[in-house]
């Protein structure tokens, strides 16, 4: 061969290695294939872990803990594993503010949880909302929190609990004249204002009203005024450091009448501070975020005992798990890109939790069973599973 003809040769050779090149490079360039996802899915909540409150913050984050364990074990999310950055509240609005920001700007969480209160919760949610980042409430009940279109309740609202309250005494037990002593509080007033709402469409009427101070203990005037006002039903303060206090010097002063309460009453210290008086008169019925005796419930029950060597809590235990069961169950399905996951959220049906089975989520609030409880042989039984569509839908 000629050098000539080498040189063309070698020309050819150079030209279509350019061109391949050149060809990758477009591909690359316009048609790159998505990459997988790796590294860990990181979810950040927040709670009170120090103060009054801590033991329900505490609560909240060994729930969350649990689920992450168990989604770990089992091979992760799409191979992935799950990780939980936790924060202190403080008790401050403006600790959570802060806290909600590292979660966004510093760690890059796919989701929150909100492991407080209302008031908390309301300042958190807020900044989440901001940063188009989806948020759930395991336990806060206040109905501004999920206003927006990133925050989720996967607790009980304050308004659907109050209608099935105000249901249950009207329909079921037939009372007719309600009073309320409600404490100051964003949820608690939430609540109670659902209850009077409910219970005068249904035909009632309320006779009494006041607020209390948080802690407050003294309570014989107040139910003197009460007793007078012919009222056949209560809706009492819902703390148990309130209620057992409401509860005893009631019947001490002869009030017979049902008294109703919020979760936050439904732990063993109400039955043992209460005792015989719990299941006097007209008896007490208080809320409950699951249902004790359903098998997926009673099993995670054991779980958490096992794990912690504790009882899990009323409230925030269970929901901070279905949080983190949620986040896992929507990643694996659409992937961890924060707009992805708020659409799947929104679309979930049917979740089976260990706080109940969520049918929908309905403009953020989550639409299930409310469990309410009485106590019988000292310990809590249930009274009614309200199950109806217009008492359990914030909206209805």
């Known amino acids: 061969m000629s050098k000539r003809g080498i040189s063309t040769t070698v020309i050819a050779i150079v030209a279509i290695v350019i061109l391949v090149i050149a060809a990758v490079g477009v591909y690359y360039l316009f048609f790159q ?25 505490y609560d909240g984050l060994d729930g969350a803990m ?14 992935r594993e799950l990780e939980i950055v936790y924060y202190d509240d403080g008790g401050s609005p403006e600790q959570a503010v802060s806290m909600a920001r590292k979660l966004i700007d510093e760690d890059h969480v796919v989701a ?16 989440f909302e901001e940063a188009k980042v989806p948020a759930l409430v395991p336990w806060a009940g206040h109905p501004d929190i999920v206003k927006g279109n990133y925050t989720f ?25 309600l009073a309320v002593v409600c404490t ?19 035909g009632g009427e309320v006779v009494y009203d006041k607020l209390v101070e948080w802690g407050e203990k003294e309570y014989t005037s107040m ?62 019925y208080v809320l409950f975020y699951m249902q004790l005796d359903d098998p997926v419930t009673t099993a995670y029950t054991a779980r958490y005992q096992a794990r912690y060597g504790k009882a899990a809590g009323p409230t925030a235990s269970y929901t901070s798990y279905d949080c983190v069961k949620i ?26 939790g260990v706080g109940g089975t969520i049918t ?36 209805v």
């Open 327 to 352: 986040i896992a169950q929507v990643v694996g399905q659409v992937g961890d890109d924060h707009a992805a996951l708020t659409t799947g959220i929104k679309g979930l049906t049917n979740f089976v």
């Open 66 to 79: 649990l689920a992450v364990e168990e989604i770990n074990a089992a091979g992760g999310v799409n191979g």
């Open 33 to 57: 294939p998505p990459t997988t996802p790796s590294g860990t899915i990181k979810i950040g909540l927040i709670g009170p872990l120090t103060g009054e409150e801590a033991w329900i913050g």
């Open 184 to 202: 100051v509080d964003a949820y608690e007033e939430s609540y109670a204002g659902a209850m009077k709402a409910g219970f005068e469409k249904l």
């Open 112 to 127: 929150g949880i909100l492991d407080h209160g209302s008031d908390l919760a309301m300042a958190a949610s807020g900044v």
């Open 360 to 395: 929908k989520f309905d403009r953020g609030e989550d639409v299930k069973p409310v469990p309410i409880y009485t106590i019988q042989s000292g310990a809590f039984t249930l009274a009614k599973l309200v199950t109806e569509p217009q008492y359990i839908s914030p909206f």
């Open 153 to 177: 309740r996967v607790g009980l609202s304050a308004t659907a609990p109050g209608n099935a309250m105000s249901y249950y005494a009207y329909s079921t037990l037939g009372k007719r004249k």
């Open 223 to 284: 139910l003197t005024e009460l007793k007078n006002s012919g009222a056949d039903v209560i809706l009492g303060p819902h703390d148990f450091s309130m209620s057992i206090p409401f509860t005893n010097q009631a019947r001490g002063l002869g009030i017979t009448a049902p008294i109703f309460y919020g979760s936050s009453s439904s732990v063993q210290e109400y039955i043992d501070g209460v005792g015989q008086a719990g299941e006097s008169g007209g008896g007490v």
